[in-house]
């Protein structure tokens, strides 16, 4: 099966680190996969959002046109994506920020990211939550590749930060 991922938010959520950890775990499970970022003109607080094809099979182009996976970190991102995603598509949703329903077909899942971060003590780590809840519905990405990942990212004096990004990837798989 071939994944064609949209990860869409404003810049400052963490949009490109979801898609670049999720690609890079794809890659270290032997799918190839792309990642294509993609800023607004503002960068911290513009539109941001990156393409993934994670796959199998050879990837042909990193471009994702029509999702059959969509993350939503915010309400700007969910009145432009949402209706190019096909109607049997699997959608998440940062309920925390996002009050709107998905009114299709397909697999919808409410995640409410922002909420867990703080129930954590961590705000910033809404994204790994959703990182976790795609982790869990998409159910191809395993939990120690995703840590071991976030452990080689996080080292030496940065080290407190993979147990903290762990904890939200727990927690964010617990909300699928």
Known sequence: MTHELLVAGFGGQGVMAIGKLIAQAAVVQGMNA???PSYGAEVRGGVANCCCVLSEEEVVTPVVTEPN???VMNELSFCKYVPIAPPDSM???NSSIVSRRVER???TIYVPCNDVANELGYPKTANMVMVGAYAAAAGFLEMDTLRNLLRELFHGPKERLAAVNEKALQAGAGCV
């Open 69 to 71: 996976e969509l993350i």
């Open 105 to 107: 077909r397909g697999r």
């Open 34 to 36: 792309t990642w294509l």
């Open 91 to 93: 959608v998440l949703v």
